[in-house]
């Protein structure tokens, strides 16, 4: 097979940038080792930042997100007896939308079957060759043929467990493991905020998401190792109404049927460069945050969106200028994120050290009644604009 780019992995990155791509004139294949329900599956990030609402809506994926998707001017922050609302729409003039990662992914794999984009599900064997020359890709197909896809560029969009990552020679790693790890539920439940809640609590943080307006998503901080199903249900509610402050000031939790529970660890990692030779990273294949900023899914479209219009330059203008940028360009806003991710992080989780707990409270107060403090948060919170 014979491609301009070859895209690694069928998510929300992959699956965004063979969209921009054929938008631009550029043909690509995209070849994924998951089926193609498990990938659509996945529940992953829900909160959309300004500046993705405004490519996705660009790129003319916007109609059910802007139909069914929830628009929020802000966030609450809670410390036990204070709740305060920061709204980002009054101090940056910008918003975030509630709309979860399996919503678009929904919506790209419609635009891209009905572009006849051509993806490989339940791939394996995948091997990256000759990227500083030739690049081409080898893998076994579903019915267990060997194939090779030749391309002038791959793209590796394929997370942080794919071949992608291990592809690029000395690159360099940052990383901080956190001692602590989020327990996620998703209930059956019409949610009992109109906004999220982050609430600090000296038994840990909790934060009270959502899907729609009968799906809630929420979480509890928990030690690392945590086994979801050690937790009863009931424990799950009497912990979250501890953490979110039932009763407080007449607000209620109000539970419901727990449909998922999951555990996930709290991590921040970042690769450098996010290039090597032919082959260019985006998305988690580069970097990971903790959830806590909401960073992790705009970042995989801030990051496809500069390498979108890299390639097309490359392929179609015979410019390389915006591909030899793109690694430099693309980590200026993946350390941006990692520090909010890191900020917010650490500002909400506790730790144990009650010193640790009263610089946490006299930040919290800070941000919260301070105009600068919360446009500060606002700002990183809603979007830096894609390029920054």
């Known amino acids: 097979m014979r491609t301009q780019v070859a895209i690694i992995g069928a998510g929300p990155a992959g699956l965004l940038l063979s969209h921009l791509l054929a938008q631009g004139g550029v043909s690509s294949?995209?070849?994924?080792?998951?089926?193609?329900?498990?990938?659509?599956?996945?529940?992953?990030?829900?909160?959309?930042?300004?500046?993705?609402?405004?490519?996705?809506?660009?790129?003319?994926?916007g109609a059910r997100l802007r139909a069914e998707g929830d628009q929020?001017?802000?966030?609450?922050?809670?410390?036990p007896g204070e709740r305060h609302h920061l709204d980002f729409v009054d101090l940056t003039g910008r918003s975030v939308w509630v709309y979860g990662q399996t919503e678009v992914q929904k919506d790209?794999?419609?635009a891209r079957k009905a572009d006849d984009q051509e993806i490989h599900y339940q791939v394996s064997d995948v091997a990256l060759h000759s990227l500083e020359d030739r690049?081409?890709?080898?893998?076994?197909?579903?019915?267990?043929?060997?194939?090779?896809?030749?391309?002038?560029?791959?793209a590796g969009c394929d997370g942080s467990f794919g071949p992608s990552r291990a592809a690029v020679p000395a690159a360099q790693t940052y990383e901080k493991v956190y001692p602590y790890s989020w327990f996620g539920i998703l209930a059956d439940v019409a949610p009992s905020t109109d906004e999220l809640i982050y609430a600090w609590h000296p038994d840990g943080f909790a934060l009270h998401s959502m899907r729609s307006a009968t799906v809630s998503r929420l979480y509890l901080q928990v030690p690392n190792g945590t086994d979801p199903q050690s937790w009863s249900d009931d424990r799950i509610w009497e912990e979250l109404s501890t953490r979110l402050g039932h009763g407080q000031n007449g607000w209620k939790l109000t539970p419901g049927p727990?449909?998922?529970k999951s555990v996930l660890p709290m991590r921040s990692h970042v690769r450098t460069p996010m290039r090597h030779g032919n082959l260019f990273l985006a998305g988690d294949a580069a970097h990971i945050v903790p959830p806590t900023g909401a960073k992790g899914l705009n970042l995989a479209i801030a990051d496809v969106a500069l390498l979108s219009k890299a390639l097309v330059a490359s392929i179609a203008d015979r410019n390389d200028t915006l591909a030899d940028r793109y690694s430099d360009d693309a980590q200026r806003r993946v350390w941006r994120c990692t520090h909010f991710s890191w900020w917010m992080t650490t500002m909400l989780h506790t730790s144990g050290d009650p010193f640790d707990a009263q610089l946490q409270l006299s930040q919290l107060r800070w941000v919260a009644g301070s105009r600068a403090g919360a446009t500060g948060l606002a700002e990183n919170y809603a979007g830096l604009p894609i390029g920054y």
Do not use: N
């Open 29 to 61: 294949v995209v070849i994924e080792t998951r089926s193609e329900e498990y990938v659509a599956a996945r529940i992953r990030a829900g909160i959309l930042e300004h500046s993705s609402v405004e490519l996705l809506e660009s790129a003319g994926l």
């Open 72 to 79: 929020h001017r802000g966030i609450y922050l809670q410390w």
């Open 108 to 110: 790209l794999v419609v």
């Open 135 to 154: 690049p081409y890709v080898t893998f076994t197909d579903e019915s267990g043929h060997a194939r090779r896809l030749d391309a002038d560029f791959v």
């Open 258 to 260: 727990i449909t998922d």
